[in-house]
Each structure stands twice: as structure tokens, then as C-alpha cells.
């Protein structure tokens, strides 16, 4: 199972949408129907999770949503860029105390500036869309030990992933040969040899 959406409580939805627009995330869709249900939603850039909001998509109060995380490997340019797209950011800040990331921006337990040693999950920016739901920045440039899957496997073009069949099939016939008969289950062979190539 993936998260795929989630659902941003806004009281203004083209409001809510120029300013999703402004920071560069990618427009997915804007569905209106007869019985005044909207759907807007927005991919950040290098997200497998968008971000919906519009009418009738949530009962939450706007701007009730707080600590959405985006990831980010570099802090520094990250609140960077959204300071040059006009989005008001705070002051990256370390945690000094468990849980300061999810207290209001001057809480104690916030250090100036990012972690010290710039370990990852360690650096912290906030900033809010226009109803006030509060985006947590955090710096992640190695994940914990199991934390998420092996980079996904996928080819560029019909003819990249045309050669990896070929490969793969190369490999199978000498793995029959091996067995010295045919390989029922050469789909799940391939499909092993595939990924394991595309991991080396």
C-alpha cells in the first residue's frame, strides 16, 4: 500500500490553487461537477504523493493541517528557492528537544540554523499556504536501515526496456540450460533478473 493523496483542508480554492502553482508543484487535475463538488491536485516535484484540496473534499477546518512533511536533501536550498518564490519560510532550525520540529516557529527546543553536523533528518524549515496549513521541510540524505524500499525499477523508453527483455532473455535460456528443462515460472525469473540489474 502507497499514500497517493492527501486531502488539505482550504477555505479558497483558486487562492489555495495560485499559490500551489506558484511554488512550482506540478497541477494534476481541477475537476468541477453539477453538485459543487471540486477536486484540485498538485504533485510536489519528485513526489509519489499529490495534494488535494477543493470543495466538499474534506469536513476538517481550513488551515487545521499541520506537520505535512516535504522531504528535501538539501535545507539551505530548499528554503532558498521557496524565499525566492515569495513564499514567507521560516529560519531553518535543528530540534535541541524531541518534537520541537512541531511546535510554533520561537518554541523552545529549536536551534538557529541547521543541524551542526548536518545529520539527516536533523534540519527543519516551516512554512504555511494561505489558509495557515504549516509544511515541515526536513533534510533526509540517508535513510534509516529498511526504511523504504530499493529505488524503483523503470526504463527511460520503449527501447531501453525492449534491450532489458532481451538481456533478460539471453540470461533465461542459459538458466534453462542449467536446469535442463523448460522454466514454468520464467515470469518471475525475469522479473527478479530485471530488477536485480536495474539495482546494480
Same mark, same amino acid.
Given at each position: 500500500?502507497?499514500?497517493? %493523496?492527501?486531502?488539505?483542508?482550504?477555505?479558497?480554492?483558486?487562492?489555495?490553487?495560485?499559490?500551489?502553482?506558484?511554488?512550482?508543484?506540478?497541477?494534476?487535475?481541477?475537476?468541477?461537477?453539477?453538485?459543487?463538488?471540486? &477536486?484540485?491536485?498538485?504533485?510536489?516535484?519528485?513526489?509519489?504523493?499529490?495534494?488535494?484540496?477543493? @470543495?466538499?473534499?474534506?469536513?476538517?477546518?481550513?488551515?487545521?493541517?499541520?506537520?505535512?512533511?516535504?522531504? @528535501? $536533501?538539501? &535545507?539551505? *536550498?530548499?528554503?532558498?528557492?521557496?524565499?525566492?518564490?515569495? @513564499?514567507?519560510?521560516?529560519? @531553518?532550525?535543528?530540534?535541541? %528537544?524531541?518534537? *520541537?520540529?512541531?511546535?510554533?516557529?520561537?518554541?523552545?527546543?529549536?536551534?538557529?540554523?541547521?543541524?551542526?553536523?548536518?545529520?539527516?533528518?536533523?534540519?527543519?524549515?516551516?512554512?504555511?499556504?494561505? +489558509?495557515?496549513?504549516?509544511?515541515?521541510?526536513?533534510?533526509?540524505?540517508?535513510?534509516?536501515?529498511?526504511?523504504?524500499?530499493?529505488?524503483?525499477?523503470?526504463?527511460?523508453?520503449?527501447?531501453?526496456?525492449?534491450?532489458?527483455?532481451?538481456?533478460? *532473455?539471453? %540470461?533465461?535460456?542459459?538458466?534453462?540450460?542449467?536446469?535442463?528443462?523448460? +522454466?514454468?515460472?520464467?515470469?518471475?525469473?525475469?522479473? %527478479?533478473?530485471?530488477?536485480?540489474?536495474? $539495482? +546494480?
Amino acid at each position: 500500500m502507497k499514500i497517493e %493523496a492527501v486531502a488539505v483542508p482550504v477555505s479558497d480554492v483558486d487562492r489555495s490553487k495560485a499559490f500551489y502553482t506558484d511554488l512550482g508543484w506540478r497541477l494534476d487535475a481541477d475537476f468541477a461537477f453539477d453538485n459543487g463538488f471540486r &477536486i484540485v491536485q498538485f504533485t510536489p516535484p519528485g513526489s509519489p504523493c499529490s495534494v488535494q484540496f477543493g @470543495v466538499n473534499v474534506t469536513v476538517a477546518p481550513p488551515g487545521s493541517a499541520r506537520g505535512l512533511y516535504l522531504v @528535501v $536533501s538539501d &535545507i539551505v *536550498a530548499a528554503h532558498d528557492e521557496l524565499a525566492a518564490r515569495g @513564499v514567507k519560510v521560516g529560519e @531553518v532550525f535543528h530540534m535541541e %528537544a524531541p518534537g *520541537a520540529q512541531f511546535q510554533p516557529e520561537g518554541s523552545p527546543g529549536r536551534g538557529a540554523g541547521p543541524e551542526p553536523e548536518r545529520g539527516s533528518y536533523g534540519s527543519f524549515a516551516t512554512f504555511a499556504d494561505p +489558509d495557515g496549513n504549516v509544511w515541515l521541510l526536513q533534510e533526509v540524505t540517508t535513510r534509516l536501515p529498511g526504511r523504504v524500499d530499493g529505488a524503483p525499477t523503470s526504463y527511460a523508453s520503449v527501447d531501453e526496456l525492449r534491450q532489458a527483455l532481451e538481456r533478460a *532473455a539471453a %540470461a533465461h535460456g542459459e538458466h534453462e540450460k542449467s536446469l535442463g528443462r523448460r +522454466d514454468d515460472d520464467w515470469p518471475e525469473w525475469y522479473a %527478479a533478473y530485471m530488477v536485480a540489474e536495474r $539495482s +546494480d
